[in-house]
């Protein structure tokens, strides 16, 4: 049996820290589907097609990651896909507690599906997409914290405005 | 003397484990009083009206509790009721930072009025309103989450949407 | 219905924030049972016997607080003596997570307890009986954190080992 | 590949919050290993030999699950025995942070070897095999808390002490 | 050398807790800067230039205390001003985590800037801008929360409104 | 006037993270005082003077730290050497509840004597004496954790043992 393991973030955009785990959870499951969450009431920074191409370059080294986007519940869509377990990254213990919580109403909702906790690489442990936008705007450095194609549109998007 | 205790909170809408503590706070105390809180700024997603009809129908059974509105300060509002406590729930721990918070300042505010709190059943753990609503939007189960009345009522809310 | 709350503890010494959660619970139920508990194993710095004759001497103004000790289950004492609240205080996210899991255990032995949890003076928010007993045996200064005759024989004891 | 996981702990003795993450985790992996801790320091309830034969019984429905002990550190005993994954159970906080830094720093001891946290079933979000002893040495109830054959060494180690 | 430390905030208004840590920095410090960040996107409940206004009479007695606003990256402005460090109260768990992540950020941008955190009083726990404005638009009385003039300004902003 | 900081701890023994914070204390404070706490209960797996001479030699580059050991209370020992600052470090949750209380009650006995906090490098988050003590008893590889002296004297340690 083929374990599918879904991933799944707003990754606005994806740093090297959800790369990281990605890469990790890769060689634990037969395949990671990382998931861009089509959210439509907030306003991203980068579009829904921006952030899935940003990610499809950044793993396509990698033969058994693929990325997708989805709408609705995520237990919907992990079993539409075939997923039986869900990925999420925890470094600290506010991302704990709610993590916890969403682990929990998805597994009542189906009880198949089970979340699994992974940990990144301490060299990511204060690295979130929100903070990569903030130091950006401000044309702080975040070269090493993202992507060189995602470090790119940073620079462009924030240059121009 | 008669203890009146006062369980405030947005109740948008009331969830299995507000009521699993309103029915163990009456047990503690003569009476409890659910308080809605008419927050004007932000948009809820039930009338003040509503949520306290919801409240109403779930409590009815309950000789000792009662349910009300307010707006201004909380501890005014449980003054001018003679409540000489307020029970709030807590589960986790970041609800529990912000809760001591507030019951210091109320304590501040009106030193006779002492906040308790009270563990909702582990069943519950995981709920809250915002995650039901979230749930119900995108089509998921939420029975046994919340009140038939609230259930039917999210289900034609988010049908129609 | 005579409402009684336990409030259980080592009380090794009684603290002046032990003694501030008794004087609010005492406010808020019919009487109040501080509950020393006999720990065989650990070796305290005073006997069940002192402990408890600093909590009568320190309560005595208190017409519905009064003083015992107890061994075995909680709950099982509490069922014993007709209370039907345990009463704990909490300060720190630490005790909160212990306390949760006693409470919910405390729950699963006798459904009709309940544990509610009260929040002591911010003034006591840094006291706890073992750093209190650190800084008398190395002669600090811990008067205002205990009741005098606490003080008196924390002094006597350290100068005299 | 076969993908084995070791789940490791001193299980003094197995709970059924254990056994729920056990369970959970032999879905997702070909082999679940739970590998009793040898220390040879702490004085145990029931020895190494007692712990193992108790999850051994309780675990013997499930075919991909064995149960083996262990001293030494983990990664050298998890590499030996071919796992790459170590699972662990997180329900709060405390149990979150202690286990961060066991993960980082058996990922540096070896890189390959990777932690995975899982969250047993809300109805064990309070159980602990510390709490456990502590119940049944006081005569409390612990059925539904841990395996028959448990309950009942437990009964009869704390009848005759 | 002189050792300038920046002490950033939003002080929407400040606080006698931020004016405690303050004072309290300012006697561990060569000079003080507290310095009022340009959030353009919020709206804040006092301008600007009303907020240094506040401060600059707040802190006029202590000679090496003095209040500036900044806008862009942090570790920019502290580099300009040449502070070699970042002073921030601490005061609860959640607190602790994003300042944190923050304090790593910022070393990775500008490695010679250092952040320290500082506690304020316990009297000051409980105590935040928010929480202020919230209890001084329903008429709470704040007097010993805030400097005098922030309170009279509160006033008569929520009197009008 | 010179500004002197202490940095108390076990140090049983001194690890990369601890030599990490004191460089970054160095360049803050006019002279750092590294103190070993005397605790005659506990049982150390180094001696005091053993303890003392690792951290000398490692200290040994950077001319304002010194290492010293002191018995009783800390603050008492701060003032006797002149320390208006008392360093700690922070990682994680657990670390900063108990720092908080400790800080408390030191200000509560001295008020002239601060505790700072500062935050290790990232690459040190996960790392403790105990831990180390404890991988080093396995035969886990500690280079690059601790100095080289510390490093060579646990392998021989616990060779023998």
């Not at 049996?1 to 785990?21: E, Q, S, W």
């Not at 377990?85 to 929990?104: H, K, N, P, T, W």
């Amino acid at each position: 049996m083929k374990r599918i393991a879904v991933y799944p973030g707003t990754f606005d955009p994806v740093t090297n820290g959800h790369l990281d785990l990605t890469e990790r959870a890769s060689r634990h499951f037969d395949e990671v589907v990382m998931a861009v969450l089509l959210n439509e009431n907030k306003q991203p920074t980068f579009s829904t097609e921006e952030r899935v191409a940003f990610m499809r370059d950044a793993v396509k080294a990698w033969p058994n990651v693929r990325v997708d986007s989805f709408g609705g519940l995520l237990v919907d869509y992990a079993r539409k896909i075939g997923a039986s377990v869900i990925v999420r990254g925890i470094r600290a213990v506010s991302d704990f507690e709610y993590e916890l919580q969403m682990a929990m109403m998805n597994r009542r909702l189906i009880e198949e599906i089970e979340t699994v906790f992974m940990v990144p690489s301490e060299s990511y442990s204060y690295l979130s997409s929100k903070l990569v936008r903030e130091v950006a705007r401000f044309g702080g450095n975040i070269s090493g914290l993202v992507p060189d194609s995602v470090e790119q549109a940073l620079l462009k998007r924030f240059r121009s405005s």
